[in-house]
Antibody
Framework: QQQLQESGPGLVKPSETLSLTCTVS??????????WAWIRQPPGKALEWIGS???????YYKPSLKSRVDMVVDTSNNQFSLRLYSVSAADSALYYC????????????WGQGALVTVSS | DIQMTQSPSFVSASLGDRVTLTCRAS??????LAWYQHKPGKAPKLLIY???NLQSGVPSRFSGSGSGTDFSLTIDSLQPEDFATYYC???????????FGGGTKVEIK
């Protein structure tokens, strides 16, 4: 059974870089039929898509975050990662990784989420 | 970006009620819409994709309809496990920016 699991620091200082990794088990991240995505939910707010990456490294990002986001895929370890630069308190959120079918662009499998707080 | 507006933002309902949630897109997204159920401390769960396709394993009391800019999610005979927040998401691929609605919280009356 496929599982996605987020990992990374739970506390990041303002202006620094948020780094998270999603480890996929039970399925290959090299599948050509899925994108792999990051989605976040600030406290008390709605879900927000951040960006998506394909097995070959092709990415697309939420336009308003594009200048601060980088996603990479590591097929040898069946992982993909998120980097968000120059963070502020507004980036404090529960961060989810998810699987995204190439056809449809919805999210059909999710990790449990990783809470990241931006604070000095 | 395409904006997604959900209404109402809060619904109070009783067990066994039929509940209809709505979602409006700021432009035509054909049938490129998904619905999710989200409970505190849990991962969101895909319910519906392609506006009306029931995801495998989701109970048949959930149904989706609509096209263009207006969509709805209906829950027939509300069950205790259905009390949650529901989000719509547009999956239109051009322009390729995926957006969620603000959510509708379904609570027990």
């Amino acid at each position: 059974q496929q599982q996605l699991q987020e990992s990374g620091p739970g506390l990041v200082k303002p202006s620094e870089t948020l780094s998270l990794t999603c480890t996929v088990s039970g399925a290959s991240i090299s599948s050509r039929t899925f994108y792999w995505a990051w989605i976040r939910q600030p406290p008390g707010k709605a879900l927000e898509w951040i960006g998506s990456i394909w097995y070959n490294g092709d990415t697309y990002y939420k336009p308003s975050l594009k200048s601060r986001v980088d996603m990479v895929v590591d097929t040898s370890n069946n992982q993909f990662s998120l980097r968000l630069y120059s963070v502020s308190a507004a980036d404090s959120a529960l961060y989810y990784c998810a699987r995204q079918p190439l056809v449809g662009d919805y999210f059909d499998d999710w990790g449990q989420g990783a809470l990241v707080t931006v604070s000095s | 970006d395409i904006q997604m507006t959900q209404s109402p933002s809060f619904v109070s309902a009783s067990l066994g009620d039929r509940v209809t949630l709505t979602c409006r897109a700021s432009q035509d997204i054909k049938r490129w819409l998904a619905w999710y159920q989200h409970k505190p401390g849990k991962a969101p769960k895909l319910l519906i994709y392609g506006a009306s396709n029931l995801q495998s394993g989701v109970p048949s009391r959930f149904s989706g309809s609509g096209s263009g800019t207006d969509f709805s999610l209906t829950i027939d005979s509300l069950q205790p496990e259905d009390f949650a927040t529901y989000y719509c998401q547009q999956t239109n691929t051009f322009p390729r920016a995926l957006t969620f609605g603000g959510g509708t919280k379904v609570e027990i009356k």
